[in-house]
C-alpha cells in the first residue's frame, strides 16, 4: 500500500529559529500534498495544498511566509516553519495524494514544540 | 462556508452496547472519509465513501453515505475497548479535506 513517510516525528526548537519538517511518498508519486496542523483535542486544519512544481495554496488565515513550503519533486514535499514561536507549537501533518481518485495518505505526523 | 459538523463530539459507552456517530457536511462533496486518530498518533484510514446511499462495513464498525441529507454515519456494533479512538469524518471539497471536530469514544468494560 501507499506509504508517507514523515520526518522527524518530534522536534523541540527555541523561540526565533526555523524549522524543516519532511514529507516523502515512499512507492507512489506524490502530485498533490496537504498540509494540515492539529492543536491538541483540536481537529485537523489544513494550512496548504502544494502540486509539484507550483507554488502552495494557502489556506486563509495561514502565513505564506511564516510556514515555507516546497514541493520540488514528485515524492518530497517540505514545511519549514521561520522564525518559530511557541504559538506555532502543534502537530503537523502531511498528506499526498497520486490523484484525485486514489484518496490520501497520511504521515505519521511531526510534534512540534517551541520553547 | 464550508464545515464539517460532527456530533456527539465525546461519547463514553460501556463494551457490548450500539452507538452512532453523525457527521453532516454543509455543500456538496464527492467523497466522504472516515478515519481513526490514536493519541499522539496521525490518522488511519477506516472507509471512503464515494456515492448516495454507498455502505462499508469493516469488523465492528459499518459507515453509511446520504448525499442528498449530506448526512454520513459512522456505527459501532457491539463495542469494544480496543475501538476507543477519536474518530474524524472528512469531506473532500476541491482537492483537500474539511475535517469535523472529531469524536472522542472512550469504551468501559
Known amino acids: 500500500g501507499a506509504v508517507v513517510s514523515q520526518h522527524p516525528s518530534w522536534v523541540i526548537c527555541k523561540s526565533g529559529t526555523s524549522v524543516k519538517i519532511e514529507c516523502r511518498s515512499l512507492?507512489?508519486?506524490?502530485?498533490?500534498m496537504f498540509w494540515y496542523r492539529q492543536f491538541p483535542k483540536q481537529s485537523l486544519m489544513l494550512m496548504a495544498t502544494s502540486n509539484e512544481g507550483s507554488k502552495a495554496t494557502y489556506e486563509q488565515g495561514v502565513e505564506k511566509d511564516k510556514f515555507l513550503i516546497n514541493h520540488a519533486s514528485l515524492t518530497l514535499s517540505t514545511l519549514t516553519v521561520t522564525s518559530a514561536h511557541p504559538e506555532d507549537s502543534s502537530f503537523y501533518i502531511c498528506s499526498a495524494s497520486s490523484d484525485r481518485d486514489n484518496g490520501y495518505t497520511f504521515g505519521s505526523g511531526t510534534r512540534l514544540t517551541v520553547v | 462556508e464550508l464545515k464539517v459538523e460532527q456530533n456527539p463530539l465525546f461519547l463514553s459507552m460501556q463494551e457490548g452496547k450500539n452507538y452512532t456517530i453523525y457527521c453532516n457536511y454543509s455543500?456538496?462533496?464527492?467523497?466522504l472519509y472516515w478515519y481513526r486518530q490514536d493519541p499522539g498518533k496521525s490518522l488511519e484510514s477506516l472507509f471512503v465513501?464515494?456515492?448516495?446511499?454507498a455502505v462499508k462495513q469493516e469488523g465492528r464498525l459499518m459507515a453509511s453515505l446520504d448525499t442528498k441529507a449530506r448526512l454520513s454515519t459512522l456505527h459501532i456494533t457491539a463495542a469494544v475497548h480496543d475501538l476507543s479512538a477519536t474518530y474524524f469524518c472528512a469531506a473532500r471539497f476541491w482537492d483537500g479535506l474539511t475535517f469535523g471536530k472529531g469524536t472522542h469514544l472512550i469504551i468501559q468494560p
Open positions: 465513501l464515494l456515492s448516495n446511499g
Open positions: 455543500t456538496t462533496s464527492d467523497r
Open positions: 512507492d507512489f508519486q506524490a502530485t498533490t
